[in-house]
Structures are given as C-alpha cells and as structure tokens.
C-alpha cells in the first residue's frame, strides 16, 4: 500500500500560470480533501469529496477547482496562479463510518512568483 | 463555524506526561474530536479519535468532559520524538466541514 501519493513534490510557477496537482490513494477511500498550509499556520480546507462524483467547497476554495475523477484520484487545479496561492498542499483521504482518522500525503511545496 | 484554540506552544522534558486542551465551544452533537501530529515537511499523522469521555490507545489519551466544550491530549512519558506540532480538529459532521485548530508547538527537551 503506497497510502496516498501526491505529484509533483515540488513547483514553481509565473503568476498567471496553471496548474493542476495530483493526488491519488489506495485505500479504497470514499472521501478525499485537498489543504493547504502556510508558514506555521494550520491546515485549512480547500475542497473535499465526500464521495466519488461530488466536490464541495471547504473554508478557502477561491482561486481553485478540483475533480474527482474516480474513486482513487482527486486533483486540484490552479488556474491562475497568484502569489498569494504560495503555500504547501496537502491531499488526504477518509473512509466513512465511525472513522474520522484522516491519511495526508507528502505534500506538494508551491511557489507562485 | 465554530473554530478550535489551543496553546500556541508548550515546553516540557523527557519523561514526563504532558497535556494539550483544546477549545471547541460550538461542538454539535454529532461531531468527533481527533487529534493529529505533524513533523516538518511532513503531513499530519493521526494519533487519537474521541466523541466524549475518555479514549486510550498505545500512545495517547483523549479526554473529553461531560459539555464536550474541550477536549485534552494527554502523552504520557515524552521523549524527544516527541517534539512536533499537535493539532486538534473537530469534524463537523453536520455541515460536512473540517476546522483545524492553528496547532500547538511541543518541544521536549532532555
């Protein structure tokens, strides 16, 4: 079991460039979430998919889109990057049920100039 | 959205118990208490689930009181590996959304 797996590591974009980060897992997951973490703050919600074939807008969504396209993959677009958008991203995923244990991925460090 | 708030940064020495509250006045009746640990340059890792009372696993121990209004991690006997960023985060299950509190930074030193 990889867990959840997140590409690229790392990035750097123009502002004004997009981009779409990756995530997969193989844990047969029904909900998958995308994060993100600026320097010695928490985590906060970008988009989630409680299950396969619906997304929903977390606490930060604006200036991002997301697709689940399976069961397995949920990826997250940025489709002009604003500096503002610098930040480390962090995918994970959750079954459902009485479980509320999240697994993250390695994260993807992005930089917007 | 209610949000959770917890210490910004505690201090404490191998060996010793240490505990971590955090404030989650808004909490429904639906909605779990986990907690997490993250490393530098590292995603969060899951140490411990609750929904009141108290829980107990191989590393950790979650009490919650009776109103549910906070909750404290408790590690007992810390070691250096120890030293990270702890996270207390309440799933709302009711409105499908996740706050994350902006974490406790736990150093131990020897």
């Known amino acids: 079991n990889a867990g959840v797996t997140q590409t690229p590591k790392f990035q750097v974009l123009k502002t004004g460039q997009s981009m779409t980060l990756q995530c997969a897992q193989d844990?047969?997951?029904?909900?998958m979430y995308w994060y993100r973490q600026d320097p010695g703050m928490g985590l906060r919600l970008i988009y989630y998919s409680a299950s396969e074939g619906t997304t929903d807008k977390g606490e930060v969504p604006n200036g991002y889109n997301v697709s689940r396209l399976n069961k397995r993959e949920f990826s997250l677009r940025l489709e002009s990057a604003a500096p503002s958008q610098t930040s480390v991203y962090f995918c994970a995923s959750r079954k459902t049920g009485n479980t509320y244990e999240q697994y993250f991925g390695p994260g993807t460090r992005l930089t917007v100039t | 959205l209610a949000k959770t708030t917890q210490p910004i940064s505690m201090d404490s020495y191998e060996g010793q118990e240490v505990n971590i509250t955090c404030s989650h006045n808004n909490i429904a009746t639906n909605d779990y208490i986990t907690w997490y640990q993250q490393f530098p340059s590292q995603g969060p890792r899951f140490i411990i689930q609750g929904y009141k009372t108290k829980v107990t696993n191989e590393v950790a121990s979650l009490f919650i009181p009776a109103d549910r209004k906070s909750s404290t991690l408790s590690l007992p006997r810390v070691s250096l590996s120890d030293t990270a960023v702890y996270y207390c985060?309440?799933?709302?299950?009711?409105?499908?959304?996740?706050?994350f509190g902006s974490g406790t930074r736990l150093s131990i030193r020897p």
């Open positions: 985060l309440v799933d709302y299950s009711s409105a499908s959304k996740i706050i």
């Open positions: 844990m047969n997951h029904n909900s």
